[in-house]
């Protein structure tokens, strides 16, 4: 630890103005106090610590982005390092074994910026600025979260290419199972049916982390199609912050459900009607729906005469 618990007691008592209140409201306790903490120490020093003129924030950044953490010391007078998850990275500008790292800024004004350039989901960490103590300073420390977050690389409906034609017979199980890989943080799934969104009650979704903070989440959508889900569009929607609103990423699949024809009548002409001789009838074959259509063959007395496809 940088800070020495007697040096930063002294300046407590120095600077909180809640420290200043808690010992009473009236300005002769206030008087008395710094009248006994100045026989400790040179009053020069008051007014001069060092302390942070900008604090690095929390950030959130795009993978291969540039990541940049602000850090400005006013009356500076301890060396200025950053730590990384508690790791120092030193007090030189170039840090050795973090090609990407360069601490920026005028020295002169207290300027100590961490760069990260082509930011990494290695480079996801708390990042920390330190200000050493010297002379009568007593050391200062900010802290800031760097989020790397990253897309997912791919989204599939297991088994299907995107836009590819789904076969399955009416009223037999169809899971469609939809992938969607290495993102961070984890990406959600939203499912369209038709372009509408299909929300199902008992969504079982799973999230795994397939490498050090990527994460691939997996939904399964179980379907039971009827023949009036024959030509429906069911699509996979990847969810993501670092996917852009416009640009979404997604998978579709068209469904092609087998399903057997209506069965068949014949038009144009009665039983029983009498017909003359020389007389034209047409006689149409019908079969309603059906996927694949059906074939209608036509018989004359038990033999095969004629083929027609509706
Ligand atoms: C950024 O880093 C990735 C690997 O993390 C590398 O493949 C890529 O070439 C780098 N890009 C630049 C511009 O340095
Ligand atoms: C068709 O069958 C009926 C009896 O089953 C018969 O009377 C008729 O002659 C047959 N017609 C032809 C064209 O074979």
Redesign the pocket.
Known sequence: MLLGSHVLNVYSLYFSPQKFEFYGSTAVAIGALIGLISMHLPLSCHGQQQKFRVTPHDLQVL??AEAMLRCEVSNLAGAVQWTKDGFALGFSAVIPGFP?YSVLGDRKQGAYNLRI??A?ITDDAEYQCQVGPARLNSAIRANAKLTVISPPSSIEIQGYSNNAKVEVRENQDLTLKCIVANSKPAAQIVWFRNNVEYKIDNRNDKVEEITPKRFTTTSNLKLKPTAADDYTEYTCQAKHKALAPDMPMRSIVQLSVLYPPGPPYIQGYTQGETLRRGQTVELICNSRGGNPPAQLIWYKNGSQIRMAYR
């Open positions: 993978e291969g990407r350039s082509n990494s």
